[in-house]
């Protein structure tokens, strides 16, 4: 099935040629669970600035003893992306994150609040805590800033996911949501081939919704530079993979709106091995975790995009199989 291209925009706004390289998933713990600090976090930022990126997802709104992230991503001149963190967290710890983005949001500290990040994975139907949480954040920021979700994109392509209770309802309520697609989970994959294979799978999202196609973010993407995935045929993580991956999608996700992709990550998580965590895991970063940079960026290149827009412009390509998604990976 062919699909013809499609656009999406929100704000009918003036055509800007901007320089872009999109937007980064970040976790401040690479430099050590117990050594980050808001000095460790601004440095960070410094350095994401300097290479071009312009939004900043996180995988909590606050972390350690109450360092907010959104003051820290927006004084840097970026844009943040703050998420509410579900699981592994108490119901009090939870709420925590969702009263420190909302405040952010207020306080013009935060564009996008995503509550949950791939938390639906062992889950029969969507949690009313996270309806609550969208229902809430919704009615207590300022209208342009964006609520929503983040989940696997296997809850999107997978039938015997799909179907899951009340999923529909939480597209629905959601201004944005979030997919996350990485071809490192697609059995036998070649990483030369990996980003047709990310092309394909976002544009079955695309086309198996529709009517909530204007919502999308493709909020995580990567290839690891190190490591083995044995449980789908031995796809293999190194440099040249990952530079080849990261050069392909930059190409690849220029037409997209800026603020609707994030590469997934800044940096390497180490921590993540010390925990049992595979290799690979602690291997997405385009940087090491002293911040060391693994290859050359491509040159941040110049784009037309409608300002204050978020344009969805998929290829004319097949759409991967139904029920092709991501096995589960913990971020």
Same mark, same amino acid.
């Given at each position: 099935?062919?699909?013809?291209?499609?656009?999406?925009?929100? +704000?009918?706004?003036?055509?800007?040629?901007?320089?872009?390289?999109?937007?980064?998933?970040?976790?401040?713990?690479?430099?050590?669970?117990?050594?980050?600090?808001? !000095?460790?976090?601004?440095?960070?930022?410094?350095?994401?600035?300097?290479? *071009?990126?312009?939004?900043?997802?996180?995988?909590?709104?606050?972390?350690?003893?109450?360092?907010?992230?959104?003051?820290?991503?927006?004084?840097?001149?970026?844009?943040?992306?703050? =998420?509410?963190?579900?699981?592994?967290?108490?119901? !009090?710890?939870?709420?925590?994150?969702?009263?420190?983005?909302? @405040?952010?949001?207020?306080?013009?500290?935060?564009?996008?609040?995503?509550?949950?990040? @791939?938390?639906?994975?062992?889950?029969? =139907?969507?949690?009313?805590?996270?309806? !609550?949480?969208?229902?809430?954040?919704?009615?207590?920021?300022?209208?342009?800033?964006?609520?929503?979700?983040?989940?696997?994109?296997?809850?999107?392509?997978?039938?015997?996911?799909?179907?899951?209770?009340?999923?529909?309802?939480?597209?629905?309520?959601?201004?944005?949501?979030?997919? %996350?697609?990485?071809?490192? +989970?697609?059995?036998?994959?070649?990483? %030369?081939?990996?980003? %047709?294979?990310?092309?394909?799978?976002?544009?079955?999202? &695309?086309? %198996?919704?529709?009517?909530?196609?204007? $919502?999308?973010?493709?909020? @995580?993407?990567?290839?690891? =530079?190190?490591?083995?995935?044995?449980?789908?045929?031995?796809?293999? /993580? =190194?440099?040249?993979?990952?530079?080849?991956?990261?050069?392909?999608?930059?190409?690849?996700?220029?037409?997209?709106?800026?603020?609707?992709?994030?590469?997934?990550?800044?940096?390497?998580?180490?921590?993540?091995? !010390?925990? *049992? /965590?595979?290799?690979? @895991?602690?291997?997405?970063?385009?940087?090491?975790?002293? /911040?060391?940079? $693994?290859?050359?960026?491509?040159?941040?290149?110049?784009?037309?995009?409608?300002?204050?827009?978020?344009?969805?412009?998929?290829?004319?390509?097949?759409?991967?199989?139904?029920?092709?998604?991501?096995?589960?990976?913990? &971020?």
């Amino acid at each position: 099935m062919m699909y013809w291209w499609l656009l999406y925009v929100f +704000f009918l706004l003036p055509i800007a040629i901007m320089a872009q390289r999109g937007g980064i998933c970040y976790d401040p713990l690479h430099v050590g669970p117990t050594v980050f600090s808001a !000095e460790t976090i601004a440095n960070d930022m410094i350095q994401i600035k300097a290479n *071009g990126f312009t939004h900043v997802r996180t995988f909590e709104s606050t972390y350690g003893n109450g360092i907010e992230m959104g003051p820290l991503i927006t004084q840097a001149g970026l844009i943040a992306a703050l =998420s509410v963190r579900l699981q592994g967290e108490t119901q !009090e710890e939870s709420h925590q994150q969702l009263m420190s983005a909302v @405040e952010a949001a207020k306080t013009g500290n935060a564009a996008y609040i995503f509550i949950g990040n @791939e938390n639906l994975a062992h889950q029969d =139907s969507v949690p009313q805590q996270m309806l !609550e949480y969208i229902q809430y954040a919704k009615a207590n920021v300022p209208s342009h800033v964006l609520v929503g979700t983040v989940q696997r994109n296997t809850e999107f392509l997978d039938p015997n996911r799909r179907n899951l209770t009340g999923f529909d309802n939480l597209l629905n309520q959601s201004q944005i949501v979030g997919v %996350n697609v990485h071809p490192f +989970f697609s059995p036998n994959l070649d990483f %030369n081939d990996a980003i %047709n294979n990310v092309r394909d799978q976002w544009n079955a999202v &695309v086309a %198996n919704y529709g009517p909530v196609a204007h $919502k999308l973010a493709l909020t @995580e993407v990567g290839w690891p =530079s190190g490591g083995t995935n044995d449980d789908v045929g031995g796809n293999y /993580g =190194s440099v040249q993979a990952a530079e080849r991956f990261y050069s392909d999608f930059a190409s690849w996700s220029m037409p997209l709106a800026q603020d609707r992709t994030y590469y997934f990550q800044m940096y390497d998580q180490p921590y993540k091995g !010390e925990f *049992g /965590g595979p290799v690979f @895991e602690t291997k997405f970063g385009l940087f090491t975790a002293n /911040g060391t940079q $693994k290859f050359s960026l491509p040159p941040v290149q110049a784009a037309a995009v409608q300002q204050g827009s978020s344009a969805l412009i998929p290829a004319s390509t097949p759409a991967a199989p139904a029920g092709e998604g991501n096995t589960e990976r913990d &971020v």
